[in-house]
């Protein structure tokens, strides 16, 4: 960010840049932090395999080295991906006629959320996904494979429950946090303006309510890996990314001020109606999945989620009246820096309340992680 902002400077709504600046230099510098940033991180990965005993070594006796069948495996996680882009078209296409409708119809573009604030929005919104579900997921899914590989049905449905029933008050828990769009928004993107970052904060709250649901999808999703039904992913996919290019299409209709408020309602739907269906069948597939369980599990989590936004409602608004958290980055980050720890306490404490069992799956690695940090 610092070497974009020295190289482009700040925005300026009233002379903003051409495509044609970012095509030379801007984009090589852009692009080219990214790809080192990738390399950095696969660079980092052999520090921690070799303490593990891992050594690293170039390897090109490829048969009978089990590339067949990950290729195949491989072919329909790729043409899911390339479903994926098919609502892609029609959400950049509404978003950016959200823009042009605006202009045509005076509306002040601050107010109007185009594919900068969308991918703004997103960008947040991916963050509890990519630091949690994907990090715990990714842990259990080797524990998942074995036992599919090994046909054992029990301890794969306790797997896929517990990671579901952890990973679930982990997103309730960022989307209670939706309280604080507006101070998170001032926080994560710091160089739009004040009215930019209500309309912000406005996408982010309509993208979040659906990120417990993608939470289970990523979670699901992995479940159908550890069996290599890639394929049964794909076609189940399927159906909801055209329901999302239908959704999105239609909220190209809506008022410019509306539509990407609700492409992100529309991106929660689909979410939600992805796990239901990844669910169900999973279900069929596996014999059952413990389902009432994990559906009790929820229920609790919703009541205690609606009680800790009350409170964060109430929280933040008393932040407000003597601060502008939307303008000010300072006063915005201390509201964050108070109200989140405050509200994460509270969503804990009503979990132990509610005697569930997932508090103390969430507490006992914490627990460990502070003393490790703390001994160092």
């Given amino acids: 960010l610092p ?37 950095v991180q696969a660079l980092i990965l052999l520090w921690p395999m070799k303490r593990l005993g891992i050594r690293f070594r170039f390897d090109f006796q490829w048969r009978n080295s089990g590339l067949g069948s990950a290729g195949r495996a491989s072919l329909w996680v790729f043409l899911t991906m390339l479903a994926s882009l098919i609502p892609t078209l029609a959400l950049t296409n509404a978003a950016a006629g959200a823009t042009h409708r605006a202009e045509l119809q005076g509306i002040l573009l601050q107010e109007v959320g185009g594919n900068a604030i969308y991918s703004t929005a997103n960008m947040i919104y991916t963050i509890p996904s990519s630091l949690i579900v994907v990090s715990i997921a990714t842990a259990m899914f080797t524990r998942m494979a074995t036992h599919a590989a090994d046909g054992n049905m029990d301890a794969m449905r306790r797997d896929l429950s517990t990671t579901i029933r952890v990973v679930s008050p982990l997103m309730m828990l960022c989307s209670v946090m939706i309280v604080l769009a507006v101070p998170i928004s001032r926080v994560l993107a710091m160089t739009i303006m004040p009215l930019e970052v209500v309309t912000l904060s406005r996408v982010l709250i309509a993208m979040c309510t659906g990120l417990v649901a993608i939470g289970a999808v990523t979670v699901l999703n992995r479940a159908y890996y550890a069996f290599e039904d890639t394929r049964s992913v794909f076609f189940l996919h399927l159906p909801f990314h055209i329901a999302a290019f239908a959704g999105f299409a239609a909220a190209g209709f809506l008022p410019p001020r509306l539509t990407v408020i609700g492409i992100g309602a529309v991106m929660s739907a689909v979410n939600f109606g992805t796990a239901l269906v ?40 008393l932040f407000s009246i003597p601060f502008d958290l939307s303008a000010n980055v300072i006063h915005a980050a201390i509201a964050d820096v108070i109200v989140a720890p405050l509200l994460a306490a509270l969503f804990l404490g009503l979990m132990r309340v509610f005697q569930m069992d997932e508090f103390y799956a969430i507490m006992g690695p914490a627990k460990r992680l502070l003393r490790k940090v703390v001994r160092k």
Avoid: F, N, Q
């Avoid at 300026?12 to 852009?30: H, Q, V």
């Fill in 3 to 39: 070497v974009i902002l020295a190289t482009g400077g700040r925005y300026d709504p009233t002379s903003p840049a051409s495509a044609a600046e970012w095509l030379a230099g801007r984009a090589a510098t852009l692009g080219g932090v990214s790809t080192l940033g990738i390399v």
């Fill in 278 to 317: 990844l669910a169900l069948a999973l279900r069929k597939k596996m014999g059952r999945i413990d389902g009432k369980r994990i559906l009790a599990v929820h229920i609790k989590l919703a009541i205690i989620s609606l009680l800790t936004g009350v409170v964060g409602y109430a929280l933040v608004a």
